[in-house]
């Protein structure tokens, strides 16, 4: 390719397969839906849902009643095809979402320690699956999870909704077709400067009156209500996902978003070695994540990737069209690098090569098209573009930082087995759950 305009051409070819697009039957073809966690996520997702004409809200779950009010009152907004649908029935106890057999599909957008029990006892029950990244918080659970949506036959698709941007799609397809050259390294990131206090370092107390902090907790260990174990912020989203018994932190909060970029390049090649530094060198308050992190990634196909995670300094040394950038996925070839983000993608050459500098900004909603793909799927019956085990791969990556970082050991992954050479890793792979909960599939 020699310039501007063959870049261009490539990148419009590239991505019209991406997203499979079904036949919408009408209004009344609807897909009857749950929402399962309707925090600031599980809200957002609900908008997103709401907004195709052939989706139906008919609950809404969670263990806090001020999300539930809310979640219930906005579901009764604006119209859902012709006229407008009543409010959704608002209901505590997701066990009685999956036994309802009126639900089509339900949304899982609790804190990660609920996603995979969830999403497999969804699908136990005959219900398609919109589950929240991070897939799981074990290795272990995602592979589970990937057995339930075969074995019930799900369409189970993942919250990694970059994948339905048109972008992104077009950015990995130039990387795929050598665009750039042969790529040697990337490097993800999220870069901010935040306050040294962070959320503070609140006693533990007793749970407040609306909300179930024993069903909140469910598989995860038995601890006293902390209001930042709980998280609920107006100005953030949830502080859960900063304590290993519910989440992984900025590694599987945003390096699944990255990565799975990088993932999604070169077809989910797995890592075969991870090392990882980092820890809590700045922040003062009582998560217990790291404020600084850097993960490395050797891969078979003879690359580096790095995912690099700092909270108290925001420069990206990035000028020109990426000056400000504080997070992305950038690739880097022989020929040239592409940078994408929820913005645009941007090709610059390497001197001497013929690539010409480019930017191509986002064009649609991937938020809202993540869904459309989701929707159609359960109507085909086909993967959507974020199946479970493509999630479960971007997710596991993104777990193997931590797993480096939390042993201290570099890790030999084989990806085929999903074990590690080091026996002391084993441990990390899999959680016990509290009773009286039990994954199974």
């Known amino acids: 390719?020699?310039?501007?305009?063959?870049?261009?051409?490539?990148?419009?070819?590239?991505?019209?397969?991406?997203?499979?697009?079904?036949?919408?039957?009408?209004?009344?073809?609807?897909?009857?839906?749950?929402?399962?966690g309707v925090g600031r996520q599980g809200q957002g997702n609900m908008g997103s849902a709401m907004g195709h004409p052939d989706v139906e809200v008919v609950s809404v779950c969670d263990v806090y009643q001020p999300n539930l009010e809310k979640a219930v009152a906005r579901s009764a907004r604006g119209p859902q095809g012709p006229g407008t649908l009543p409010a959704?029935?608002?209901?505590?106890?997701?066990?009685?979402?999956?036994?309802?057999?009126?639900?089509?599909a339900v949304c899982i957008a609790t804190p990660d320690h609920w996603h995979a029990y969830m999403a497999v006892e969804a699908c136990k029950a005959g219900k398609d699956v919109y589950v929240e990244k991070p897939a799981s918080v074990t290795i272990d659970?995602?592979?589970?999870?990937?057995?339930?949506?075969?074995?019930?036959?799900?369409v189970v698709q993942v919250g990694t909704q970059q994948r339905s941007g048109i972008h992104f799609q077009k950015a990995t397809e130039l990387v795929k077709q050598g665009a750039i050259g042969k790529v040697t390294f990337?490097?993800?990131?999220?870069?901010?400067?935040?306050?040294?206090?962070?959320?503070?370092?609140?006693?533990?107390?007793?749970?407040?009156?609306?909300?179930?902090?024993?069903?909140?907790?469910?598989?995860?260990?038995?601890?006293?209500?902390?209001?930042?174990?709980?998280?609920?912020?107006?100005?953030?989203?949830?502080?859960?996902?900063?304590?290993?018994?519910?989440?992984?932190?900025?590694?599987?909060?945003?390096?699944?978003?990255?990565?799975?970029?990088?993932?999604?390049?070169?077809?989910?090649?797995?890592?075969?070695?991870?090392?990882?530094?980092?820890?809590?060198?700045?922040?003062?308050?009582?998560?217990?994540?790291?404020?600084?992190l850097q993960v490395t990634y050797e891969y078979s196909n003879g690359m580096i990737a790095t995912y690099e995670n700092r909270m108290f300094n925001g420069n990206a040394l990035y000028g020109g069209p990426l000056a400000g950038k504080t997070y992305g996925t950038v690739f880097h070839g022989d020929k040239g690098t592409i940078f994408v983000d929820r913005a645009n993608y941007t090709v610059f050459p390497e001197k001497g090569?013929?690539?010409?500098?480019?930017?191509?900004?986002?064009?649609?909603?991937?938020?809202?098209?993540?869904?459309?793909?989701?929707?159609?799927?359960?109507k085909s019956r086909k993967k959507p573009v974020s199946d479970i085990e493509i999630g479960h791969r971007s997710t596991s990556t993104a777990l193997l930082g931590n797993?480096?970082?939390?042993?201290g050991l570099r890790v030999?992954?084989?990806?085929?087995?999903?074990?590690?050479?080091?026996?002391?890793?084993?441990q990390y792979l899999e959680r016990k759950y509290r009773k009286p909960w039990e994954l199974k599939v």
């Open 88 to 104: 959704a029935k608002g209901i505590k106890d997701f066990r009685e979402v999956l036994a309802d057999k009126s639900v089509d």
């Open 412 to 426: 030999d992954w084989n990806g085929a087995t999903e074990t590690a050479a080091q026996p002391q890793i084993k």
């Open 141 to 154: 659970e995602g592979r589970k999870m990937v057995q339930a949506a075969r074995k019930y036959n799900r």
């Open 353 to 378: 090569s013929s690539l010409t500098e480019t930017i191509v900004q986002s064009s649609n909603n991937h938020g809202k098209d993540h869904w459309r793909n989701f929707l159609d799927c359960i």
């Open 403 to 407: 797993i480096s970082l939390r042993s």
């Open 186 to 292: 990337c490097r993800t990131f999220n870069y901010g400067n935040g306050n040294p206090e962070g959320i503070g370092n609140p006693a533990d107390a007793a749970a407040p009156s609306d909300l179930d902090w024993n069903m909140w907790l469910g598989p995860a260990p038995e601890r006293p209500f902390n209001k930042n174990r709980f998280g609920m912020d107006p100005n953030a989203f949830s502080h859960f996902r900063w304590f290993w018994d519910y989440a992984g932190g900025m590694m599987t909060d945003w390096g699944v978003h990255v990565l799975d970029i990088v993932q999604m390049a070169f077809d989910e090649l797995p890592p075969k070695a991870v090392t990882a530094l980092g820890g809590k060198y700045q922040i003062k308050d009582n998560r217990e994540t790291p404020d600084t």
């Open 1 to 36: 390719m020699d310039n501007r305009r063959d870049l261009l051409k490539l990148g419009a070819a590239a991505f019209t397969t991406a997203i499979f697009t079904g036949n919408v039957k009408g209004a009344n073809d609807r897909v009857r839906v749950s929402f399962i």
